[in-house]
């Protein structure tokens, strides 16, 4: 009796903004010949990582080895939407040789290793490893330095202390299912910086990782891919603050498509996503915008006060240019300071 090989499958995670796109895309333009086929989830109206990934025009990753998955997280939606997605990449004539599941920015990555026990693909697939990518420039800043216990002991002491914070929860997490961990955009850090970056990831992790940096998500694929970790028979190695829930949710994060038109200079439109990230409670502004004249299309990033644009693609012949950028917060962020921010 022959015995199926399983087709590894590798989980990039990460926080918002910390270059998960980035990472996969350069994975899949070095990919040298290999069937790769790409699962992105999105949070939010619009779709912009699948876009973005599936603009690349890469042989042996074209787009419809590009699979979309835009109705919420990926962790919540395991049976509706991940595994027949999966199925659907693995029943195909040429399957894929390497599956490349880049999660939402909100995904926790231990139940998605969890669903790969599920018995329409545990004989199919594998968790080659658990990827973290890290914006190292946020967690130096002191981002997600804070230490649970510590802050725990703060509150008891000081009843006006808040620490409360479910972003951490979510940064700590992907640290702790991680079998290797890609401290991004390492090139904005100075010695100090990394040292400091390494010291408070390695504070989050109970367990040796490997640690690699990185600069604009060009890790050699050799790295990335073939970690052969079998993450899903190792569920006890990756402890998780959920590990008690039957479930989790993400009450605590919004999301909203906003129309902005056609910009006039790349610069004008930098200026108005700036405004818009200072409303309190935005997180993250991403999306597509038509600049006056000009044949490409725009690719617009904001993480904080970092804003970043380039252009990525020619528009399509009939293709709606119509901007829309997709603004993700915190529940309850004003909507309507953030259009009008973003109105100029």
């Given at each position: 009796m022959t015995l199926l090989r399983k087709i590894p499958c590798t989980i990039v995670t990460g926080f918002l903004g910390a270059g998960k796109t980035t990472l996969v895309r350069h994975a899949v333009e070095h990919n040298d010949g290999r069937r790769l086929a790409i699962i992105v989830?999105?949070?939010g109206d619009?779709?912009?990582d699948g876009s973005l990934l599936a603009s690349c025009g890469v042989p042996?990753?074209?787009e419809d080895a590009v699979v979309e998955l835009a109705n919420g997280c990926i962790c919540c939606t395991v049976a509706d939407d991940f595994v027949p997605a999966l199925n659907k990449l693995l029943d195909r004539p040429e399957p894929p040789e390497h599956i490349l599941i880049e999660t939402s920015g909100l995904a926790l990555p231990k139940p998605l290793v969890q669903a790969f026990h599920w018995p329409a693909i545990r004989s199919r697939v594998t968790v080659d490893g658990v990827v973290a990518v890290v914006d190292g420039p946020a967690v130096a800043a002191g981002v997600f330095a804070d230490d649970p216990e510590a802050l725990a002991a703060q509150r008891a002491e000081d009843a006006s202390v808040d620490h409360d914070n479910p972003l951490e929860e979510v940064f700590e997490d992907q640290l702790l299912c991680a079998?290797?961990?890609?401290v991004n955009k390492a090139d904005r850090l100075d010695e100090a910086g990394r040292a400091a970056v390494r010291a408070t990831i390695e504070g989050h992790l109970p367990r040796a990782v490997k640690m690699v940096e990185t600069a604009h998500g060009a890790l050699d694929p050799r790295v990335l891919l073939g970690i052969n970790a079998a993450a899903e028979d190792d569920l006890a190695a990756r402890p998780s603050h959920h590990d008690s829930e039957d479930g989790h949710d993400h009450d605590d994060f919004d999301s909203v498509a906003l129309s902005v038109g056609t910009a006039g200079t790349p610069d004008d439109l930098a200026i108005r996503v700036g405004r818009a990230a200072e409303v309190p409670g935005v997180l993250r502004i991403k999306g597509f915008c038509e600049v006056q004249g000009k044949p490409m299309r725009l690719v617009v990033q904001g993480?904080?006060?970092?804003?970043?644009?380039?252009?990525?693609r020619p528009w399509r012949?009939?293709?709606f240019r119509d901007g829309r950028l997709v603004v993700i917060g915190l529940k309850g962020f004003d909507r309507d300071a953030v259009a009008t921010a973003l109105r100029g």
């Open positions: 989830n999105e949070f619009v779709g912009f042996g990753c074209d079998d290797l961990v890609v993480v904080g006060q970092r804003i970043a644009h380039h252009y990525d012949p009939g293709e």
